[in-house]
């Protein structure tokens, strides 16, 4: 029996490190690969997967659906955008050591109303919460830059050892920012897969599963769901705070509510039901936005029609359909 | 030695009067067997001891402690848990971390987000010597929601009994089984209660289970006490064989 | 003192087209356990049908009385919409996870506001014909256009006639029963599909009619579906999902906090709404006369 149950979670660490590190040699590769353009499109990808990671804390693993998600990517674009005009350029170390505090603040604070409630009125009052910081960044241009939004340049990364300027800086740039990006995208995976098997994890998907067990067990239901909602909000700011030095400007659009639509698409395209589905959604959601933009102007009807197209076919995701496939493809060769 | 007892419990919903004034008593280390028609007021009872509801009036004393006002989880910590009359169980997750979680729980190690839970050996080593007990062991990997009904049963009642209580509320953990697993559920149940001396209240509508199991007996009717005794003093009272077969009462 | 009068007449008009929202919102929560994200933007399509057809009315020559029949027109599209939403896209819904719910209706929003922008651009369409064609009425010293009291009136009606069908009528006691207890309902032989699609039709045809009666005094513009959705749950929140008067008191709550909090915040009007929503549901978190 010892045998037995040491193999338990050595396997399942084992099982993750076989099927990540191929996928990350290619990560690392890829920009020796492919062109700067491309490269840019991938550090958008990541972003794009560690926002959605973030977000899937809140809704696959916890069952709380955020509409409201855009309002911490936003403010944690913001507050790097807002360093810039106080303090002036600094390196990301400083952006990413001022804005993570901001936006665990503000998660907490407004995880703290948002989970005193159910499901529905959840939804509602994120989607609230994040409409007013928007109509606050509209309201006090003289602050925000108003729908002009703020510029950011290019920082510094690693404390100031590499700073980039001149026309020749900009490929050198993307792939520098690149490598810093997934660096922090790896500890990010990382550290979101620790959080979801550890006992908390585990709490949590308790409290999604049967929220009455769960208090007759002794768990606190108010409590883990706001912790839950404080680390979702901060991983989507870090992505925000990630976003803006790349996307040089930030604006309110990245606060509106439509933002928060393609965080909960991302999540439902690869599938929110797995840890892996948010990933694989926001690395190919930067993909098809990309390519959709460029050939629609109503590209937010087509969101739309793909969105409830997902919810009636593929309600798993992308990934939730992979592995329903290889179970298929499993039981028809035991059979044979 | 009393474990905990209620003075003068009262709930009632609209027009029914689910406990009408109820004085409980439960002993140490008894097996105690509630029963009593639909509606008497059993799960109503259970439901007030365990905080599900909070009483309109009157007390509960745990060893002369009152908790009449405090939440689930206070009373959880001060060692009263329960099982569900419908399952109540974490079907997404594995029969082992359904268990697994009420230990974490219980340790107050729940807030652990920078650790693997599989890691903790402790708790693993609790986790399956509670599967062992309750012959679930060879299920561990398998989702709660994959059981038969008869295994989920047991699995609720062991993910009460792995909080470690003093007390433990059982809302008919053989209701919807076979006569053949309800024998072996309560085989079961009984063995390891009793083996970790572990004071018991089952709700219980088989009457052959109730006589074979119980230490004591408890029939409630329409919110009060009807009877109250060991099982041969049961068997004796005319009144009550009266309301078990079905004859009407006699004024 | 006239001042005043106008303030609560303003107030007046915007609790009616709120409660018309609020109250279809709530109708189908009520019925149906369903909550339509794509609400707002059914509000935001019966504005833009009105103005639409309005606008074709006159350039066809239509004369002025008739042009006032296009407003429950309008609202009768929306119903029309809700009628072929309902069965397609929400029916699959109804046994799956809460969630599922939540992405359809969200990605029926996406639809429905792009849509908008597709037949009818960015520039606001507006129907202020309608409300030029009824005087200007003058209360102390002030003037005032009698439309907006034709807005205040409808609404007022609007409740009644709810309220007179939902509680007096056989098919209000249908709808009863089935937002009580849907399995008992179908268990005796009620057509629960057939009240679904009718409680949604009328939830949407009042939606529609918030924006009928509404674009005569303000142009249809982009986004108005989203922040009607807002506000129209800070009505529910306040008032109670579920109840017809929790959507009355709360359109009338928020109405008036809302004037008053343009006189002074003007910067946090939503702001001001959704710290009073959240004041409210602090102490009763069903809202004043919910029933979830």
Not at chain 1, 24 to 31: H, S, T
Not at chain 1, 104 to 118: E, K, M, N, P
Not at chain 2, 149 to 170: F, I, N, S
Not at chain 3, 97 to 112: K, N, S, W
Request: with cysteine; hydrophobic share 55%; charged share 15%.
């Amino acid at each position: 029996m010892t045998r037995e149950t040491r193999q338990l979670p050595n396997r399942s660490l084992l099982k993750l490190v076989a099927g990540a590190a191929p996928i990350l040699l290619v990560l690392i590769l890829l920009p020796s690969l492919i062109g700067t353009y491309q490269v840019q499109l991938l550090i958008y990808g990541l972003i794009a997967a560690i926002a959605a990671l973030g977000f899937n804390l809140l809704l696959g693993y916890t069952g709380l659906l955020s509409f409201g998600h855009s309002a911490y990517f936003g403010i944690g674009a913001y507050s790097v955008a807002f360093a810039v005009a106080h303090l002036g350029p600094h390196s990301m170390e400083f952006y990413l050591l001022l804005g993570i505090p901001i936006v665990a603040v503000t998660s907490a604070l407004f995880g703290y109303i948002c989970v005193r409630h159910t499901r529905i009125f959840f939804g509602i009052l994120t989607l609230a919460i994040s409409q007013v910081v928007y109509s606050l960044a509209l309201s006090f241009y003289w602050v925000t830059g108003g729908s002009d939004g703020l510029r950011v340049p290019r920082p510094a990364l690693l404390l100031g050892l590499l700073s980039f300027s001149g026309s020749h800086g900009f490929q050198f740039f993307i792939k520098s920012y690149y490598y810093y990006v997934l660096g922090i995208f790896v500890i990010g995976v990382v550290l979101m897969w620790v959080i979801v098997h550890s006992p908390f994890g585990k709490a949590l998907q308790a409290i999604r599963d049967n929220e009455v067990r769960a208090r007759f067990i002794g768990l606190r239901i108010r409590r883990f769901r706001w912790i839950s909602f404080l680390v979702s909000g901060t991983f989507t700011g870090v992505a925000g705070i990630l976003w803006v030095p790349l996307n040089g400007l930030t604006t309110p659009d990245v606060l509106y509510w439509t933002f928060s639509g393609e965080i909960v698409f991302t999540a439902l395209l690869g599938g929110f039901r797995n840890f892996t589905g948010p990933i694989v959604g926001g690395i190919v959601f930067t993909y098809l936005k990309t390519y959709a933009v460029a050939s629609t102007e109503y590209w937010q009807l087509l969101l739309g029609v793909v969105l409830v197209t997902l919810v009636l076919v593929l309600p798993t995701g992308i990934v939730g359909a992979i592995s329903r496939a290889r179970q298929r493809l499993a039981r028809r060769s035991a059979v044979t | 030695m009393i474990l905990l007892r209620t003075v003068d419990l009262r709930k009632q919903f609209g027009q029914t009067r689910a406990c009408n004034g109820l004085d409980f008593i439960i002993n140490k280390g008894e097996f105690l067997s509630l029963v009593g028609s639909n509606g008497a007021g059993k799960t109503t009872l259970v439901n007030l001891i365990s905080a599900h509801l909070q009483p309109d009036s009157g007390q509960i004393l745990l060893e002369d402690r009152d908790i009449t006002f405090t939440t689930v989880a206070e009373r959880i910590k001060a060692g009263i848990a329960r099982s569900f009359q419908i399952v109540n169980l974490f079907d997404g997750l594995s029969v082992f971390d359904n268990v697994a979680l009420a230990v974490f729980s219980r340790d107050g190690k729940t807030v652990k987000m920078t650790r693997l839970a599989d890691h903790d050996r402790d708790v693993r080593l609790e986790t399956l010597e509670v599967l062992g007990q309750f012959g679930l062991a060879g299920k561990a990997a398998t989702p709660a929601g994959g059981l038969a009904q008869g295994e989920r049963k047991l699995l609720d009642v062991a993910v009460a009994y792995a909080l470690h209580p003093r007390l433990l509320l059982l809302d008919e953990p053989t209701s919807g089984v076979s006569t053949h697993e309800k024998a072996q559920i309560m085989d079961t149940v009984s063995s390891v209660v009793r083996g970790g001396m572990v004071t018991a209240v089952v709700i219980e509508h088989d009457m052959d289970v109730v006589f074979r199991y119980s230490d004591r007996i408890v029939m409630m009717h329409e919110g009060s006490f009807l009877a109250d005794g060991t099982p041969e003093e049961i068997r004796a009272n005319q009144e009550v064989a009266n309301i078990l077969l079905g004859a009407p009462l006699t004024a | 003192m006239a001042i005043l009068a106008i303030q609560i007449l303003n107030s007046l008009l915007y609790a009616s087209v709120l409660f018309l929202i609020a109250a279809g919102l709530s109708l189908i929560f009520g019925v149906m356990r369903l909550v339509n994200l794509a609400h707002g933007s059914l509000y935001a399509v019966g504005a833009y049908v009105t103005a639409w057809l309005v606008g074709r009315g006159i350039a066809l020559g239509v004369p002025l009385g008739w042009l006032f029949l296009l407003l429950p027109l309008g609202a009768l599209s929306v119903a029309l919409i809700g009628i072929v939403i309902e069965p397609l896209l929400l029916r699959p819904f109804y046994r799956r996870a809460e969630e599922y719910q939540l992405l359809v209706t969200f990605g029926l929003l996406l639809i429905l506001e792009d849509l908008l922008r597709l037949v009818w651009g960015g520039t606001p369409l507006s129907a202020d014909t309608l409300m030029d064609a009824l005087p200007i009425l003058h209360i102390g010293g002030l003037f005032y256009p009698a439309y907006n009291l034709v807005v205040i009136a409808i609404g007022i009606v609007a409740a009644v006639i709810l309220w007179a069908v939902i509680y007096h009528t056989k098919f209000g006691v249908l709808l009863r029963a089935t937002s009580q207890d849907r399995r008992m309902a179908s268990a005796l032989g009620l057509n629960v599909g057939l009240v679904y699609v009718v409680a949604f039709g009328i939830g949407c045809f009042m939606a529609g009619l918030g924006g009928a009666i509404v674009v005569p005094t303000q142009a249809a513009v982009l986004g108005m579906g989203v922040d009607a959705l807002v506000i129209a749950f800070v009505v529910v929140v306040i008032g109670g999902l579920g109840s017809l008067k929790g959507a009355l008191v709360g359109a009338v709550v928020v109405s008036l906090v809302r004037t008053a909090g343009i006189q002074f915040f003007p910067e946090l009007e939503l702001a001001v709404l959704y710290v009073i929503a959240a004041l409210v549901l602090l102490v009763r978190p069903t809202g004043l006369f919910g029933t979830t």
